[in-house]
């Protein structure tokens, strides 16, 4: 049975250079459930996205991450490719965004290189995640006990790999949604 996400909103996070199915399918997936779903970018209008080894589509920023008021969300995504969290990493902004979700007990999901956040953020330490292979040692010099699994959920984060893991990382957000 799929669960109802009416009246949950779900807020995604990125810049140009976000793995184009991290975001799109996980976004679709979400809005599929009936969550309210919204992208925020460093500022509002259209970002692009990296599809494997070239540009992809653009979707709409419909909010910069400045004017976001956390109460209005339920969780946080973060989709990954290298690009775009490692730029989002270095804004202020992007980064005290991340941390107020945590602080403020919302879900956090993160897949493939945007674990690089969590880290910026400084969120990892003793926290069971996982992340693309290439980012192991990072999260884990970071304090995090690194796990290779497709999704891994630590309280309100939730990390997976790569693409592959979209449909667990999905329904791992659906799941802790409906909580």
Known sequence: MAQDLTGKRVLFM???????VELTEPLKALEKAGATVEIASLKTGKIQGWDKTDWGKSVKAGIAIADVKIDE??????????????????EKSA???????????KTVA?????????IEAGLTQGKKMTC????????????????????????????????????????????????
């Open 14 to 20: 990125a810049t140009d250079g976000f793995e184009e």
């Open 73 to 90: 969300w339920d969780a946080l995504v973060l989709p990954g490719g290298q690009i775009n969290p490692d730029k989002l990493r270095e």
């Open 95 to 105: 980064v005290d965004l991340v941390r107020n979700f945590a602080a403020a007990d």
């Open 110 to 118: 993160a897949i493939c290189h945007a674990p690089w956040l969590l």
């Open 132 to 179: 693309y292979t290439s980012i192991r040692t990072d999260l884990k010099n970071a304090g995090a006990d690194v796990q290779d699994e497709s999704v891994v959920v630590d309280g309100n984060y939730i990390t997976s790999r790569n693409p592959k893991d979209i449909p667990d990382f999905v329904d791992a957000i659906k799941a802790a949604l409906a909580r």
